[in-house]
């Protein structure tokens, strides 16, 4: 095939051996793929697999079967998503979830951060078994020696038990020098910690050394630096972030709009200072969808798709040094008749679809 390789458009010249695997020198015979424009797969850096949104459960979320969660992943790859960051799942078991499908067979392109690291009452109940400050690195340690990469850290969360619903409004669930102990502990083990953060706690745990930000509303520019000069990344999941208010409620609808322009502000200066921004979904949202927010919270088009592919794919797998069509290595591939550029509606209609070496449409 010859195409318009994304995000950069640099020519792409090259073709899928009959073992599934790509080479820059197409076999004679081979079948000429549909789709004038090539990205090696999409990539969603921050969902929950074994998670749906629930109106009618409690919390609004429930939790999913593993053979449920299986069928959310080859959702995701017939969309054109070849790597997913899971961000987190529930217990099943005595294992997380998601860590049992990264190490079967058909986990192919999952990187699991195995069960959510909060305290009694720091996430959302049902989907969760707390830990204590106490017990953070030893269990932290067993998610490692269980296979993650990631290990989930809730930094801060409402106090739901008592009424406290607003993100904004969500308080530490550790003391600092825990999660400084939990940083030091995963990253002696060759993993990274990912926290969820909604307040200005933000900062600490910028400071105490965690990896990765998600949602981070209340980021500021000197984190974002900090967070950049050790090569941390940023992973605003605009979908849940901005999920559009009730049109009767004016209070929310208000702060909706200051959140926006919030977020407007922290990704211009994660543009400015260089910072690894990423494209997750959470529970709520898509990957075209996020890709278009990004756009229009201020990222060049170029940039909103590499955060959602191969920027993404360099910070997730940084000892995939090759690039992102790797000669002798399982081809991931997805081909689109349009630039989805200009329309990121478009990443949503792959013309074809591989995902580790297998052709998915």
Known sequence: MTAVGLPDGRLIEGGIDQNGCWTDAPPTGAEWLPGRYALAGLVDAHCHLSIAADDAAPTGSRPLSLSRTRRNLQAAQQAGITLVRDMGSPMVNSGAVTLQLSNARDGAGLLAAGRFLAPPGGYLAGLFEPVTAEDLVQAARVQVAAGTQWVKLIGDFPDIDHGVTRPDQATPNYPIEAV?????????????????????????????????????????????????????????????????????????????????????????????????????????????????????????????????????????????????????????????????????????HPAATFAAGRRIQ
């Open 180 to 348: 400084r102990r939990l940083v030091r502990a995963v990253h002696a083990e060759g993993a990274r910690v990912a926290a969820h953060t909604t307040t200005t706690w933000a900062s600490d745990l910028v400071a105490a050394g965690v990896d990765s930000i998600e949602h981070g509303d209340a980021l500021t520019g000197d984190d974002l630096e900090a967070l950049a000069a050790r090569g941390g990344a940023w992973t605003p999941t605009l979908c849940a972030s901005l999920a559009p208010a009730p049109a009767d409620d004016p209070g929310r609808r208000r702060r909706l709009a200051q959140r926006r322009e919030r977020l407007t502000h922290l990704l211009a200066e994660a543009a400015r200072h260089q910072v690894t921004v990423l494209a997750g979904t959470d529970v709520v949202g898509n990957l075209p969808n996020e890709v278009r927010l990004l756009t229009e919270l201020g990222l060049t088009p170029q940039d909103a798709l590499a955060a959602a592919s191969s920027k993404a794919r360099r910070y997730l797998l940084p000892n995939d040094t090759n690039g992102d069509f790797n000669t002798g290595e399982p081809a991931n591939l997805v081909t689109y008749h349009h630039d989805p550029r200009n329309d990121p509606d478009i990443l949503g």
